[in-house]
Each structure stands twice: as structure tokens, then as C-alpha cells.
């Protein structure tokens, strides 16, 4: 595994891992794609794509890093999108991009201040991870979903394993909260041989 990814997955709290992604902001995108072969960009925006049909769709990207998320999407012709992530260096080269609507400083682990009701489709790519953000904040997302909203994101293998995703899922199913519309295994960090749960979820009108 490539050092800096080894460091994001264990660093001790956010701070340490703010600092990581300061320093690693520049060279983040070639170190996970070509050293990593990292694809959770591709494969979250390929299935949000398959079901967004609303071109003025209002997006978050959260965790949005340095856009490659937003560049998908832009290219594809949504561009009503909004990205949140809690690196001022991450964010600062997705700015340079020209493609979101607004970039916001935002710590997903926190209560997000965005009204209840407020996006189409939320994307979460690669941020779902050990050390980052954890199962808890599906439920603050959830929450300024749109009625039938999309919530699509990926999990890494080993964070999946180690946190109640699962259980918070099965409990938003069985409150008639979320649907799933898929939900399996993909490749991730491909070069690595790392997997992760790939996921679509509906919030239920
Ligand atoms: C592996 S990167 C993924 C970035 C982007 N979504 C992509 O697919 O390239 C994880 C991102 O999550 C952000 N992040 C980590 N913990 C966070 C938190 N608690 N709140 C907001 N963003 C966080 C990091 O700054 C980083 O940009």
C-alpha cells in the first residue's frame, strides 16, 4: 500500500489526518489513480448517473477532495453540484476547476448545516473509510436528502468490516426511511487489491 494512504487509514483523530491531506493535497490525485488505481470517482458516478435522470439535479458531493467526483458529473452535463470536505487544500484545488456551484468547509462527522429536504443525490466516494467519516453520518445525510433522493457511496473493505454500516442501513430500511437500490462489491483501490461496498440508497418518499 502506498505510504500516505497507510497514514490517512491510521491516523488517530481528524486533526492528524487534516494535516496528512494538507500535505498530500498536490499529489493526491496521482498517487491514488496511478499508483493505487483507485476507481471510487468511476464507479459511484456510474451508478448515480445510471439513475439521476434530472439534469438540474441539486448534488452534494461530500468528502469532494480535490473533484474528481465533480468532474464526472460536470462532464456529464449535471452541473447544479456542491462539494463539503474538511481540507482547506483538498478543496482548494477542486476550486481551481471551475466546476461546483459552491465549495464548503465542512466536517461530515459533525451535523451538517444545510435545511432538512435539500438535494437530489448525495455522493460520497472513498470517504467512507477508516479514520474519516463513519456510519453515523448516513444518518445526518439523510436528512437533507430530498424525499426520493438518491444517497450513493462507497465503503472501504476493511471499514466495512469494522463499523455498524450494516446495522445502520438494515435500521433506516426497517423504518421505512431508505431503500436500496444496489448495493455489492466493487474493485477500489484496484493496483492495491483493495475492495469496497459499492451503494445505492433511496430515500423513501
Ligand atoms: C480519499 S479522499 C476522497 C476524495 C474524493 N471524494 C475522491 O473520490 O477523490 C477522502 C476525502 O475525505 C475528506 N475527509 C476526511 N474526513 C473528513 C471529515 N470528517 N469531514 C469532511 N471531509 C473529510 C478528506 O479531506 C479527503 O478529501
Known sequence: MIS??????????????????????????????????????????????????????????????????GEIL??????????????????????????YKSLNLFDLTK????????????ICAGTFTCGHVGPESLVEMLRILKEGGFLCFTVRKQEWEAAPYMQILDKLMNSNSLKKIVHNTSGYNIKEGISCQLCLYQKTI
Not at 37 to 51: F, P, S
Not at 82 to 95: C, N, R, T, Y
Open 4 to 69: 500516505t494512504i497507510y497514514d490517512t487509514l491510521n491516523a488517530t483523530d481528524l486533526d492528524e489526518l487534516e494535516d496528512i491531506y494538507k500535505n498530500w493535497a498536490s499529489e493526491y490525485e496521482y498517487d491514488v489513480i496511478q499508483l493505487a488505481g483507485y476507481v471510487g470517482h468511476i464507479i459511484t458516478t456510474d451508478l448515480l448517473l445510471k439513475n439521476l435522470k434530472n439534469n438540474n439535479a441539486r448534488i452534494l458531493d461530500a468528502g469532494c477532495g480535490t473533484g474528481l467526483v
Open 74 to 99: 460536470f462532464e456529464n452535463n449535471f452541473k447544479n453540484i456542491e462539494g463539503v470536505d474538511f481540507s482547506e487544500e483538498m478543496l482548494s484545488i477542486a476550486d481551481q476547476k471551475n466546476i
Open 111 to 122: 451535523k451538517l448545516t444545510y435545511s432538512d429536504n435539500s438535494f437530489d443525490a448525495i
